[in-house]
């Protein structure tokens, strides 16, 4: 099986890719973050006629996540049980998911499905703006909920082949961080802060990625000639369980579309999981050993 991130950045603006992109390369399922549209604007039908199954959580022009699968999605989950909202407190008359434990606004930034053994997140961690910002404080206790929830799911199951996927909006290492306007210590995505709270996530999950590929970014800003300068962040990742990650056997960084027509700034991320290891019955795939970079 290959299972695949991926912030598409607007899917409407750019289907025609990303569906491409899932045919071309043989993905069984794609996590996709900042969807920007509601459900009844996701444009369906080009999915579905690639032979893909879709679970779609979007709320307004904002955020939004969502799974393309060609096998059947269960278990479905909208936000995580202690996912904390943002925003101005709740009146009655905006289009939102509910509220949160703070009593704030839920966002459309976390859903939940299983496939088969696997449990996936399709993850947009909020982007935390300036450390001075609220939305800083805010990305923060995000992390810490879905840590603690994290946490629970392995504790009551630790064989749980669980994935947490999507944009983290940090850059843990120094190594992962090439865009010479964030500054180490006094920017978002490189803050202590962040670094630390990414850290503790492990044990419960840890990146699959980087031990196959360990250099590469997965964003480059549109401006100032970031992707030809090579001046990204590694900010996309798989973060997943002891049982998912017995599973994998490859990954790679699919830095070729971020060029072309209308890229999105991020970049797919991919693993190759044996079905075998999972106790879960697909149908046959085809050889798993490919390239890590395309």
Not at 153 to 164: I, M, S, T, V
Not at 175 to 196: I, K, L, Q
Not at 198 to 227: C, H, I, L, N, Q
Request: net charge negative.
């Amino acid at each position: 099986m290959r299972i695949a991130t991926w912030n598409v950045n607007s899917i409407r603006t750019r289907v025609g890719r990303v569906v491409d992109w899932l045919v071309r390369e043989d993905i069984d399922v794609l996590a996709m973050q900042e969807i920007k549209c509601r459900p009844d604007q996701f444009p369906v039908e080009a999915f579905e006629q690639a032979g893909y199954r879709l679970e779609i959580h979007g709320l307004n022009q904002w955020n939004g996540v969502a799974f393309a699968s060609r096998h059947e999605m269960t278990d479905v989950a909208r936000g995580f049980a202690d996912m904390p909202g943002f925003g101005k407190p709740i009146t009655g008359q905006e289009d939102v998911q509910g509220e949160g434990p703070n009593g704030l606004p839920l966002e459309a930034r976390a859903l939940g499905v299983t496939v088969g053994d696997l449990r996936l997140w399709s993850l947009y961690v909020p982007n935390g703006r300036a450390l001075d910002d609220p939305h800083y404080a805010y990305k923060l206790a995000w992390l810490e909920a879905l840590r603690t929830d994290a946490e629970q799911w392995l504790a009551e199951n630790p064989e749980l082949p669980l994935a947490l996927m999507g944009d983290w909006n940090i850059a843990p290492l120094d190594g992962d961080m090439g865009d010479p306007s964030f500054a180490v210590g006094r920017s978002t995505h490189v803050s202590p802060d962040e670094r630390s709270m990414f850290e503790s996530f492990s044990p419960t999950v840890t990146d699959v990625v980087r031990p196959t590929v360990p250099e590469g970014y997965t964003f480059w800003d549109y401006k100032a000639g970031r992707f030809p300068k090579d001046e990204g962040m590694r900010i996309d990742f798989i973060m997943a369980s002891e049982a998912f990650a017995d599973a994998v056997t490859g990954a790679s960084i699919h830095r070729q579309e971020r060029t072309g027509d209308a890229p999105s700034d991020h970049v797919p991320v991919v693993v190759d999981v044996d079905p075998g290891r999972l106790g879960e019955s697909y149908e046959d795939e085809d050889d798993l050993d490919r390239p890590m970079w395309f």
